[in-house]
């Protein structure tokens, strides 16, 4: 099987490394630093079972690739209009697109979502061209449950989780499907197959559309963060906003923000995806976490008082640091 990870960061890395060693033929589309690190060291990965190096082609331009019969997309948003430009090459009429991302997806509401179904998401995809970019029809949802960092271009350090959900955006059980979440469990992940990866995106989006932004503000790890008595309160009620929102999508969720405070507090104290991104100087993806929750509330008619202000705060801090796009009359 052809494997090319467009997004050779943390979580790309590490599905990089172990899809390698489970015998795939692994390419990777990369720039800079980690394009030269990958070309003449390789992809490296620290986790607990020690250290492995792998070779893989990479290259800048996905047309020296070719046509693969797997592209993980695992790029932080903000990048993904412009991978949508240049994964042609790498796209023939059978190969799957497997999205390893955070937030919600440009094809979240494709066949899905009720009276709001096939609605495109003018805060992901303003202008279409993800879309067209990447045809549906290649697309395949992924979850990752999983916390990687970078410790320098192409080195990867796995910290904990091994979870991979994969869905249809249909929900249809396909074989196309199965076969790569058999792919995924050969490689040693502990993959499955959802029925409803909508679902499976909202209820992880839950947990991280709050924790990540106040992080990126304060600098805090979770640990902190849902120790403030006030924090934590604030936390639960943007919460609940987006739980209602779900709920008239058709993916409820079954639990209070404190169950979900208690998951998050088996996890330690740790650093969110992204906090590392404002430590590295990044721009941050707030569109996909944060604005994509607040219009789907337009779109369901349920209010986000609090889901706005935490939007509003946070682009202003991100903005401050350069880390988010100049307010233009596009904010709403």
């Known amino acids: 099987m052809k494997v090319c990870i467009y997004g050779v960061g943390a979580i790309g890395g590490w599905l990089g490394v ?28 620290h986790e607990a079972g020690g250290l492995h190096t792998v070779q893989v082609q990479a290259s800048s331009q996905p047309s020296e690739l070719g046509v693969q019969d797997v592209v993980i997309i695992a790029v932080k948003a903000p990048a993904l209009a412009d991978v949508a430009e240049q994964i ?26 009720g009276r709001v179904a096939d609605t495109r998401l003018q805060t992901i995809d303003p202008l279409g061209g993800i879309a067209q970019g990447i045809p549906a029809a290649h697309v395949l949802g992924g979850v ?27 929900g249809q059980a396909t074989v196309r499907a199965q076969g790569w979440v058999d792919k995924l469990v050969r490689a040693g992940f502990n993959a499955s197959l959802s029925a409803q990866i909508q679902k499976d995106i909202w209820y992880k ?32 009620t943007v919460m609940l906003e987006a739980k209602a929102i779900g709920e008239q999508l058709g993916i409820p969720i079954d639990q209070q923000p404190d169950d979900r405070h208690a998951i998050t507090r088996k996890l330690g104290a740790f650093k969110t995806s992204m906090l590392q991104d404002v430590e590295a100087g990044k721009t941050i993806e707030l569109d996909a976490l944060v604005s994509a929750v607040r219009e789907l509330g337009q779109l369901t008619h349920v209010a986000t008082p609090f889901t706005d202000a935490l939007l509003g705060l946070s682009r202003l801090h991100a903005r401050g640091l350069g880390l988010y796009p100049a307010q233009s009359t596009d904010d709403v």
């Open 18 to 45: 172990h899809l390698a060693q489970a015998g795939c033929t692994v390419s990777a589309v990369a720039r800079g630093s980690t394009l030269q690190v990958l070309q003449t060291t390789g992809l490296t990965l």
């Open 88 to 113: 042609g090459p790498l796209l023939g009429p059978q190969t799957l697109v497997f999205t390893a991302m955070n937030g919600v997806p440009w094809w979240f509401l494709q066949g899905f979502g």
């Open 144 to 170: 990752v449950h999983s916390s990687c960092s970078v410790d320098a271009p192409g080195v990867i350090r796995h910290h904990f989780g091994n979870g991979l959900i994969v869905g249809e955006p249909s």
């Open 205 to 236: 989006l839950w947990g991280n559309m709050t924790v990540n932004p106040i992080s990126g503000m304060t600098g805090a790890t979770t640990d902190k963060i849902l120790n403030d008595d006030l924090v934590r309160g604030f936390i639960s």
